[in-house]
């Protein structure tokens, strides 16, 4: 068995992250910042940061990025027990710099170990053993983009969620580069099947041709907790039977986007798994997304535990007056 029972499983592929230290064109940047960047994997750093015990279960290249991403995750205290080392196909990269004022990424992952992930990837007992205990596990739409075999095998998840008892939670993660020539029908399959849904009001638009909840609901039907975040203005929670709860974004001073709505998600879901009411589970995804927002990498520390419970119980009008920045938290 598993030494460690995760409540949460995160499931999908890391690669390495090289950030450019000067704008322009990339030809043009010469020295690069490396870190771990990946939607499951950003996701199962931030809730293990928020005190929830995840795996991060996949595959990696028998490489040392391969080995540097198990490092840095069991350093943010991530279980890492049920990832598979490929001696044959690399860990996937990607590169990231500034020009025009925006962050650019340029991916290498095609044929990465991860990419090879396939239906009896599940039937390996690491893996099960994982889910089988797991209360919650989490994928995205990335995943399901990477490769046909990776997409049967996110079908084939769904079906075990009965037998093994864990909610399935998916973050669309629209990335239309992913999917180009490709039928996004699983997508919309997996989407149906999960039990709790995260989509950015944007990429809604462009995926289901809409970003209105009562319209939206109908297309994922009625199973689904569906979380649409709207960039830096408001989050909601449409619940099945009907209910919706809406929580404004904090002010905050942004130094980079990306892995925000990674953190997010871990922020949602560490709150549904701690029970929180559902007005504090999507504050503590503001909370945990702000921190992002305001660092340079894919992910950060959370904030201080006495400043979260402050913000997470504060009165509507103390939420909206706190700003957060590189320099901290500024409470009214």
Same mark, same amino acid.
């Given at each position: 068995m598993a030494d460690v029972v995760s409540r949460a499983v995160c499931l999908g592929e890391a690669m390495i992250m090289f950030a450019g230290d000067t704008g322009g064109p990339l030809e043009d940047v010469e020295t690069f910042r490396r870190s771990v960047g990946g939607a499951e994997c950003n996701v199962a750093g931030g809730l293990a940061a928020l005190g929830v015990v995840t795996s991060w279960i996949s595959r990696l290249g028998d490489d040392g990025f391969g080995r540097h991403v198990l490092r840095d995750l069991r350093q943010r205290g991530v279980e890492i027990g049920g990832v598979e080392e490929d001696p044959d196909r690399p860990t996937g990269l990607y590169v990231k710099h500034s020009m025009d004022g925006r962050s650019r990424m340029h991916y290498y992952r095609s044929g990465s170990a991860a990419s090879a992930m396939d239906p009896a990837f599940l039937d390996r007992p690491a893996v099960r053993e994982r889910l089988a205990g797991a209360e919650l596990v989490h994928t995205t739409g990335i995943t399901a983009a @990477?490769? #046909?075999?990776?997409?049967?095998? &996110?079908e084939r998840l769904a079906t075990l969620r009965e037998g093994f008892g864990f909610k399935l939670s998916v973050d669309l993660n629209w990335r239309p580069a992913l999917w180009r020539g490709k039928d996004p029908e699983p997508l919309w399959r997996l989407l149906r099947a999960a039990d709790v849904v995260l989509i950015g009001a944007d990429e809604a638009q462009v995926f289901a041709g809409t970003n209105d909840p009562t319209e939206l609901r109908k297309l994922l039907g009625p199973r689904s907790t569906l979380v649409m975040k709207n960039d830096a203005h408001t989050a909601l929670v449409l619940e099945p039977d009907g209910r919706c709860t809406e929580v404004p974004a904090l002010t905050v001073e942004v130094v980079e986007p990306v892995g925000a709505g990674d953190a997010f998600a871990a922020g949602f879901l560490a709150g549904t798994l701690q029970g929180l009411p559902m007005e504090?589970? &999507?504050?503590?995804?503001?909370?945990?997304?702000a921190a992002v927002l305001a660092v340079p990498e894919d992910h950060a520390a959370p904030l201080d535990v006495a400043v979260r419970q402050t913000l &997470?119980?504060?009165?509507? #009008? #103390?939420?909206?007056? /706190?700003? @957060?920045?590189? /320099?901290?938290?500024?409470?009214?």
């Open positions: @990477i490769s #046909e075999t990776a997409a049967d095998m &996110l504090q589970r &999507l504050r503590l995804g503001h909370l945990a997304a &997470l119980n504060c009165s509507d #009008e #103390e939420w909206a007056a /706190a700003q @957060i920045g590189p /320099a901290g938290v500024k409470l009214s």
